[in-house]
T-cell receptor, first 113, second 112 residues
Framework: QQQVKQSPQSLIVQKGGISIINCAYE??????FPWYQQFPGKGPALLIA?????SEKKEGRFTISFNKSAKQFSLHIMDSQPGDSATYFC????????????FGSGTQLTVLP | DGGITQSPKYLFRKEGQNVTLSCEQN?????MYWYRQDPGQGLRLIYY???????QKGDIAEGYSVSREKKESFPLTVTSAQKNPTAFYLC???????????FGQGTRLTVV
């Protein structure tokens, strides 16, 4: 059962454009929502994360928007650069359970020069 | 440098062989995880361990085995019972009470 649904599967954006990736979750016990960035042949690295007590978090060009009532959150990459080309995973975690991070299926982002 | 080290980076296995993937962390993390990643797919949990000498099955544990004899080590054995083992394997760790998980650089296993 997929508990975190991520879209789109792939995304192509022009340099300087805005990249938007969306995720939706089902389990209301989730209380931590990280985004990971993965380059080919590498392990995922934490990019930015948010807790449900805030609606938005910004770090540089990366912003997470969070809608608790809709159980949705999204990653916005402003002024997208070719170096941002990677696979992005959203994830959800419950601090009450150490079992796992639940990952979305990933979005392959390509930023054209 | 603190971190998670996976080895080898590339591994080739013959049909019917067992192989063991190494994962070592010096972050003093309690919990460790093994994920499998197939092309264009998300991360699927194989096994996890919250404490030494204890581990739990994840969503796709069949054909895999693990041990946790030391806090810093969590090796994964891919057995001959795993019918489709070719994949990218990722190890992760975190403190139980904290939320951020750190990943190793992965091992790419190929059956030849």
């Amino acid at each position: 059962q997929q508990q975190v649904k991520q879209s789109p599967q792939s995304l192509i954006v022009q340099k300087g454009g805005i990249s938007i990736i969306n995720c939706a979750y089902e389990n209301t016990a989730f209380d931590y929502f990280p985004w990971y960035q993965q380059f080919p042949g590498k392990g995922p690295a934490l990019l930015i994360a948010i807790r449900p007590d805030v609606s938005e978090k910004k770090e540089g060009r990366f912003t997470i928007s969070f809608n608790k009532s809709a159980k949705q959150f999204s990653l916005h990459i402003m002024d997208s650069q070719p170096g941002d080309s990677a696979t992005y995973f959203c994830a959800a975690f419950s601090s009450g359970s150490a079992r796992q991070l639940t990952f979305g299926s990933g979005t392959q982002l390509t930023v054209l020069p | 440098d603190g971190g998670i080290t996976q080895s080898p980076k590339y591994l080739f296995r013959k049909e019917g062989q067992n192989v063991t993937l190494s994962c070592e962390q010096n972050l003093n993390h309690d919990a460790m995880y093994w994920y499998r990643q197939d092309p264009g797919q998300g991360l699927r949990l194989i096994y996890y361990s919250q404490i030494v000498n204890d581990f739990q099955k994840g969503d796709i544990a069949e054909g895999y085995s693990v041990s946790r004899e030391k806090k810093e080590s969590f090796p994964l054995t891919v057995t001959s019972a795993q019918k489709n083992p070719t994949a990218f394997y990722l190890c992760a760790s975190k403190m139980t009470v904290n939320t951020e998980a750190f990943f190793g650089q992965g091992t790419r296993l190929t059956v030849v």
